[in-house]
């Protein structure tokens, strides 16, 4: 299944997490439904500072249902580098974000597992019910 949006509710959960955890990395995998990232598993244990942020191999679960990563990059570089990269393919999945400062639906870009910019849809949450139904 290709991914190709993310609900909105989403990335602003994660945009909160980075600027909570600033001046740290996050990472959390990212998680999706018919293509659509729809939530995200934030690993207990995972290690962070201010340069890295890496879940340990012994703790991290099997997710049948992984779209990819997400990270900060408190430095504000929104682009991968090569520990990156390696990170992706460890991980799998076909979507990696990062974000940055401010943590604004202007900071982040999503990517390939090779590392190569790639588009990502914001969609309104599908489980909305506005409508009080």
Same mark, same amino acid.
């Given at each position: 299944? #290709?991914?190709?949006?993310?609900?909105?509710?989403?990335?602003? %959960? %994660?945009?909160?997490?980075?600027?909570?955890?600033? *001046?740290?990395?996050?990472? /959390?995998?990212?998680?999706? &439904?018919?293509?659509?990232?729809?939530?995200? =598993?934030?690993?207990?244990?995972?290690?962070?500072?201010? /340069?890295?942020?890496?879940?340990? @191999?012994? $703790?991290?679960?099997?997710? &049948?249902?992984?779209?990819?990563? /997400? #990270?900060?990059?408190?430095?504000? $570089?929104?682009?991968?580098?090569?520990?990156?990269?390696? =990170?992706?393919?460890?991980?799998?999945?076909?979507?990696?974000?990062?974000?940055?400062? *401010?943590?604004?639906?202007?900071?982040?870009?999503?990517?390939?597992?090779?590392?190569?910019?790639?588009? %990502? @849809?914001?969609?309104? !949450?599908?489980? !909305?019910?506005? !409508?009080?139904?």
């Amino acid at each position: 299944m #290709h991914t190709n949006a993310i609900q909105k509710n989403v990335l602003s %959960l %994660l945009l909160q997490i980075g600027q909570d955890s600033f *001046p740290n990395e996050f990472l /959390a995998q990212l998680l999706h &439904t018919n293509g659509i990232i729809d939530d995200i =598993s934030i690993i207990p244990g995972t290690i962070t500072g201010p /340069a890295s942020a890496y879940i340990r @191999d012994d $703790v991290r679960p099997i997710i &049948t249902n992984l779209a990819g990563t /997400a #990270h900060s990059h408190p430095n504000g $570089v929104l682009r991968p580098s090569s520990t990156d990269i390696r =990170s992706f393919a460890k991980f799998g999945g076909q979507c990696h974000l990062i974000l940055g400062p *401010p943590f604004s639906f202007d900071s982040w870009k999503a990517f390939h597992a090779d590392g190569s910019l790639r588009t %990502l @849809d914001i969609i309104e !949450d599908i489980n !909305d019910d506005t !409508d009080g139904t």
